[in-house]
């Protein structure tokens, strides 16, 4: 049986969020001042529209009111997804982030900053960007190499469309 009350409430929200065809990727409750947050990340392969967000922000509201799972208490129910410099976690995160350029932290220390080409069970195959003119060259990651990951923001990238033209 779960202990926390993050972990309770992931057990009563989560059905809600798949039943939207959306995955719950991060809850937690935080106080901030004599409120409570509630703050909900959700997201999918394909990302999370506007829309969706509104449809799950309503069923779940509705479902903790019904459950007062959150107790007596005000609290505020914040709904989102990752961001565009998400933490990379799971398998389908690294899935979700092929064609992104990526900052690793490595296990044995150090970093490498490259863009996923592919993802497999054992790890990933990158392309690490060439620097002052040198090409790109292509390096495997496995995923006990990576301590921690994250997806870049990149303004000056060109669409694959464009590079086709």
Do not use: C
């Not at 901030?32 to 997201?43: E, I, Q, T």
């Not at 990526?102 to 069970?121: S, W």
């Amino acid at each position: 049986m779960s202990t926390t009350q993050s972990e309770r409430l992931r057990e009563l929200l989560e059905p809600l969020v798949s039943s939207q065809g959306l995955d719950l990727e991060e809850i937690s409750v935080d106080s901030v001042g004599r409120k409570r947050v509630l703050s909900v990340v959700v997201d999918s392969d394909t990302g999370a529209d506007l829309d969706q967000i509104a449809d799950v922000s309503r069923a779940l509201s509705a479902k903790l009111d019904e459950t007062n799972a959150m107790g007596e208490g005000e609290y505020t129910l914040e709904v989102g997804t990752p961001g565009a410099e998400r933490p990379l976690k799971e398998h389908r995160h690294y899935v979700r982030a092929v064609d992104r350029l990526v900052k690793f932290q490595l296990t044995e220390g150090g970093e490498v900053i490259a863009r996923i080409l592919e993802v497999d069970d054992e790890g990933l195959d990158v392309e690490v960007p060439g620097v002052k003119g040198r090409k790109a060259t292509s390096r495997r990651l496995a995923f006990s190499d990576i301590d921690k990951a994250r997806v870049q923001v990149e303004f000056n990238r060109k669409d694959k469309k464009e590079e086709e033209a």
